[in-house]
């Protein structure tokens, strides 16, 4: 890291002083939503549970790496988290400080929430639509430097945006900073939000599904960039992704964990490995039984077994089912599923939110669910 970089990192030397918190923490936190329009939103009772109760914890340099199929909240959890969506309950706390106690009430915070909203970025699943068509690269990336740079004069801001543009390998970086979007590739321009987010040198970014948009040949060397990056930079990661592979790829690389979502709530959570190769929930094994394989052997075998599940359908989000959200769908579901909603438990390698990662649980002695019809062979995948 060059001069200048070491002087913007003693921001996160002094931040890491303040307190023995983790850097950032999700209390119980829930984004519920009201149904209908107009009057329909007073009248009904029935509201979208996007996220649930969710508890999650994020170290310095560390990768959280959120997984579930279309609609299972991981976006909503994600913008939670980097203060870009508001909570209905619980809290969101940046080294133990209230982000939402911060804006609302700014004399009694002991971080700012200008310096919050500072610390936390986030990179666009479309970078077409996250970059101003009508401006160039350089203007782009002066804007947040004006913010929050106010010390840098026009010669060093300059020099900074070059300096930036070479961390995510975009050289000549005058040549790339005099051009449009409309003159960059996918892959370019989600570099160029890449290092729009780094140059606030910040402690958090969320990734929301930054490589799905990109040709399969440029998604490794992209995730492989970013991790690069985030060991120059020091900066935690909260990745969302629907593809596993990528997800133990990211995880693994950066020594982090896969948070695995169902219907607004994290149900396993754990190393790659661990989740990947021997995951206590159910759910789990469904993702995993869903992710395409590159043995052909493997996959045709997939073809002829029937799917670790009994329904294919999620349940209506507005109407979800009593107790454990996934024991319509789950083979292994007992009368104590339907009844009781668990929590995260020590399972064997992970945390699991099943009952079955507890010996004396009286799942074990409840009656066996009758299986539902229409289970079937139906494709099963993991949503965007």
Not at 108 to 135: C, K, T, V, Y
Not at 346 to 375: I, K, M, P, V
Request: aromatic letters at 6%; a negative charge; charged letters at 30%.
């Amino acid at each position: 890291m060059s001069t200048d970089d070491a002087t913007d990192g003693e921001q996160h030397d002094e931040e890491a002083g303040r307190a023995d918190e983790p850097l950032l923490a999700l209390e119980d936190v829930e984004v519920h939503y009201d149904t209908g329009t107009g009057i329909e939103r007073y009248l009904s009772d029935k509201r979208v549970k996007a996220v649930d109760g969710v508890n999650l914890e994020l170290e310095e340099n560390d990768i959280v790496v959120l997984v579930g199929e279309s609609g299972c909240g991981k976006t909503t959890l994600g913008k939670s988290a980097v203060g870009l969506e508001r909570p209905t309950g619980g809290a969101v706390k940046y080294r133990g400080q209230d982000i939402w106690e911060a804006k609302d009430h700014p004399r009694g915070a002991d971080i700012e929430f200008r310096e919050i909203r500072r610390a936390m970025q986030i990179i666009h699943q479309d970078p077409a639509n996250a970059l101003n068509a009508s401006r160039r690269v350089r203007a782009i990336l002066a804007d947040p430097l004006k913010k929050y740079r106010t010390e840098l004069g026009p010669q060093e801001r300059e020099e900074t945006i070059y300096r930036y543009l070479e961390y995510v390998d975009m050289t000549p970086a005058e040549d790339y900073a005099d051009r449009y979007p409309h003159q960059l590739s996918g892959g370019e321009k989600q570099r160029i939000t890449l290092g729009r987010a780094l140059l606030m040198n910040p402690d958090v970014i969320l990734a929301d599904e930054a490589i799905s948009a990109l040709d399969v040949s440029l998604r490794v060397e992209m995730m492989d960039l970013i991790l690069d990056l985030q060991e120059t930079f020091d900066t935690s990661y909260v990745f969302i992704s629907h593809d596993l592979a990528n997800a133990r790829y990211l995880a693994k690389r950066a020594g982090g964990r896969i948070a695995i979502m169902y219907l607004g709530n994290i149900v396993e959570i754990g190393g790659p490995d661990e989740v990947i190769q021997n995951p206590s929930h159910p759910y789990t094994e469904v993702l995993r039984w869903s992710t395409p394989s590159m043995d052909p052997d493997v996959a045709m075998e997939r073809i002829k077994e029937k799917p670790p599940v009994r329904r294919i359908d999620v349940p209506d989000p507005q109407d979800p089912p009593s107790g454990c959200a996934f024991h319509p769908r789950c083979t292994k579901a007992r009368e104590a599923c339907a009844a009781e909603d668990p929590e995260l438990y020590d399972a064997e390698e992970t945390e699991a939110a099943c009952f079955r990662a507890l010996d004396n649980h009286e799942y074990w002695s409840s009656q066996e669910l009758e299986d539902a019809e229409g289970s079937g062979t139906a494709e099963l995948g993991v949503g965007d």
